[in-house]
């Protein structure tokens, strides 16, 4: 599966953003797909994933309750919705293919996700 995201942008802090991961090649069916961030000078970080058949959500405690997941199956495409942005989440943020039976204690390592698209760059201003 090939993996294609959109969306990232500028935006004040406190504003709201919607980013796309659309499966430009394939199908995401079967798959864990995963939004992962990284910002200038840190490592990757997880955001949140979904289990495309079943659709388990698992979010990182930082964006728990102001970002979230949805998912169009006709599209094959997931949606990552952030509200109440903060200058801390700029980043490039990636989302990334992994298998459908990852559990959920394996969700947010970027170890498990085997396809990954390229990045789209979210810049917030304070």
């Known amino acids: 599966v090939q993996l294609q995201a959109s969306g990232g942008g500028l935006v004040q802090a406190g504003g709201s953003l919607k980013l796309s991961c659309a499966a430009s090649?394939?199908?995401?069916?079967?798959?864990?797909i995963g939004w992962f961030r990284q910002a200038p000078g840190k490592e990757r970080e997880f955001v949140a994933a979904?289990?495309?058949?079943?659709?388990?959500?698992s979010y990182a405690g930082s964006v728990r309750g102001r970002f979230g997941v949805s998912k169009d199956n006709a599209k094959n495409t997931m949606y990552l919705q952030m509200n109440s942005l903060k200058p801390e989440d700029t980043a490039v943020y990636h989302c990334?293919?992994?298998?459908?039976?990852?559990?959920?204690?394996?969700?947010?390592?970027?170890?498990?996700?085997?396809?990954w698209g390229q990045g789209t760059l979210v810049t917030v201003s304070s």
């Open positions: 990334a293919a992994g298998p459908g039976s990852l559990i959920t204690s394996s969700l947010s390592s970027s170890q498990n996700y085997h396809y």
């Open positions: 090649k394939g199908t995401f069916s079967g798959y864990t």
């Open positions: 979904i289990r495309w058949n079943g659709g388990r959500l």
